[in-house]
């Protein structure tokens, strides 16, 4: 079979493409390439556990003996520039602002938020948290455990950096309006499994193992916003301002 030059490829690509762009009714240019945005929710979620295996949590899973949590769990956080939305969920193609403000809101597990803060994230960045240090370090009320719980991530759209406050009494996780795609986040799980296999010694004993997942993502409703996540920060800046100690809110981690 002879092969066909490349010259005379093109002008069969050429002669096709002509045969089809006339038919595509609709369409002002059937050359352009549509470009399609990518639908993305500004709200991520997920689960930390980093002491059950030895500490029960406030809703009395673990203790020692148990499986569970079994040390640090490591948050990260990137913002993949895409810029603000338009709508809070699609993000803008042409948004000349790409930072991001991530606010976090850390719960135990009874449904309780503990700590809540906002940190900003320019494009392409990445912001490390130790759950432990940063997230779970300074909760409203200290007298109830933080070995396990969750921790909600929305994003917002700074106008100017005093947009993304983490200031006691005037955290922005409180207040913002407008939401934010482009921030992608995993964390790393490390648990203890009690076992009684044979072969074990003392007999009943443990298989520790370590994971990272992706947080997942979820549809955002307005009154979880209003009457859950920025009530309950808007409670700790209430606590901060008329006390003398700044508690509640967590710490930005590292890196950016």
């Given at each position: 079979?002879?092969?066909?030059?490349?010259?005379?490829?093109?002008?069969?690509?050429?002669?096709?493409?002509?045969?089809?762009?006339?038919?595509?009714?609709?369409?002002?240019?059937?050359?352009?390439?549509?470009?399609?945005?990518?639908?993305?929710?500004?709200?991520?979620?997920?689960?930390?556990?980093?002491?059950?295996?030895?500490?029960?949590?406030?809703?009395?899973?673990?203790?020692?003996?148990?499986?569970?949590?079994?040390?640090?769990?490591?948050?990260?956080?990137?913002?993949?520039?895409?810029?603000?939305?338009?709508?809070?969920?699609?993000?803008?193609?042409?948004?000349?602002?790409?930072?991001?403000?991530?606010?976090?809101?850390?719960?135990?597990?009874?449904?309780?938020?503990?700590?809540?803060?906002?940190?900003?994230?320019?494009?392409?960045?990445?912001?490390?948290?130790?759950?432990?240090?940063?997230?779970?370090?300074?909760?409203?009320?200290?007298?109830?455990?933080?070995?396990?719980?969750?921790?909600?991530?929305?994003?917002?759209t700074p106008a100017d950096p005093a947009d993304c406050s983490n200031t006691p009494g005037a955290v922005t996780a409180a207040t913002f309006t407008t939401q934010s795609g482009g921030l992608h986040a995993w964390i790393n799980h490390t648990e203890t499994m009690a076992s009684n296999q044979a072969g074990f010694n003392p007999p009943f004993g443990f298989v520790t193992s370590t994971s990272v997942v992706s947080l997942d993502?979820?549809?955002?409703?307005?009154?979880?916003?209003?009457?859950?996540?920025?009530?309950?920060?808007?409670?700790?800046?209430?606590?901060?301002?008329?006390?003398?100690?700044?508690?509640?809110?967590?710490?930005?981690?590292?890196?950016?």
């Amino acid at each position: 079979m002879k092969r066909i030059g490349i010259s005379t490829l093109a002008a069969l690509t050429l002669i096709a493409v002509w045969s089809v762009g006339p038919s595509s009714k609709g369409t002002d240019n059937a050359y352009a390439q549509t470009v399609i945005p990518r639908v993305e929710s500004v709200y991520l979620l997920t689960y930390f556990d980093v002491a059950t295996a030895f500490q029960p949590s406030v809703g009395t899973y673990g203790g020692p003996g148990h499986s569970g949590g079994t040390g640090d769990a490591l948050l990260r956080i990137v913002n993949d520039g895409s810029g603000g939305t338009t709508d809070g969920v699609t993000p803008a193609l042409a948004d000349p602002v790409a930072d991001v403000c991530a606010n976090i809101y850390v719960y135990n597990d009874v449904q309780e938020q503990q700590e809540c803060c906002s940190c900003p994230l320019t494009p392409n960045s990445l912001l490390t948290f130790s759950v432990i240090s940063d997230l779970t370090s300074n909760p409203l009320n200290p007298k109830e455990s933080l070995s396990a719980g969750v921790i909600k991530i929305v994003g917002s759209t700074p106008a100017d950096p005093a947009d993304c406050s983490n200031t006691p009494g005037a955290v922005t996780a409180a207040t913002f309006t407008t939401q934010s795609g482009g921030l992608h986040a995993w964390i790393n799980h490390t648990e203890t499994m009690a076992s009684n296999q044979a072969g074990f010694n003392p007999p009943f004993g443990f298989v520790t193992s370590t994971s990272v997942v992706s947080l997942d993502t979820a549809i955002l409703s307005p009154s979880e916003l209003a009457n859950e996540l920025q009530l309950g920060c808007t409670f700790i800046n209430d606590t901060d301002q008329g006390g003398s100690e700044a508690i509640g809110i967590c710490r930005c981690g590292l890196g950016d």
